[in-house]
């Protein structure tokens, strides 16, 4: 199975930008990977999900025009670039990986630990 580590988070003020990087590790390389969030007291929900080839299957309504999500597969990392940022955009961002499916769900095979952006004035 592949082990997924993200990074990037941090506390910045609003309308600051942050760029999250998911790195992959294990047997296989090219995956679908997702990006949720969750804010605190909330459930979990999808940001974005990209393919092994670098196609958006889903990008949130809240995120169109602000989030960029790219990959760099020889890298084997993913992005989600993050800009005007507002309060709302306080959460534990996740990526997660499916090596079946060109969709991003909540039933995805791995996930990583998360990284904390707070979003404060």
């Known amino acids: 199975q592949l082990a997924l580590v993200e990074s990037g988070g941090d506390l910045v003020q609003p309308g600051g930008s942050l760029r999250l990087s998911c790195v992959a590790s294990g047997p296989m390389k090219y995956v679908t990977i997702g990006w949720f969030l969750q804010a605190p007291g909330k459930e979990r929900e999808m940001v974005s999900c990209i393919t092994a080839r670098g196609r958006i299957t889903h990008q949130a309504e809240s995120a169109k025009g602000r989030f960029t999500t790219y990959r760099e597969n020889d890298k084997k990392t993913a992005y989600l670039q993050m800009n005007n940022l507002n309060v709302e955009d306080t959460a534990v961002y996740y990526c997660?990986?499916?090596?079946?499916?060109?969709?991003?769900?909540?039933?995805?095979?791995?996930w990583g630990k998360g990284t904390s952006v707070t979003v404060s004035s």
């Open positions: 997660a990986e499916d090596g079946q499916s060109t969709e991003c769900s909540a039933d995805m095979t791995d």
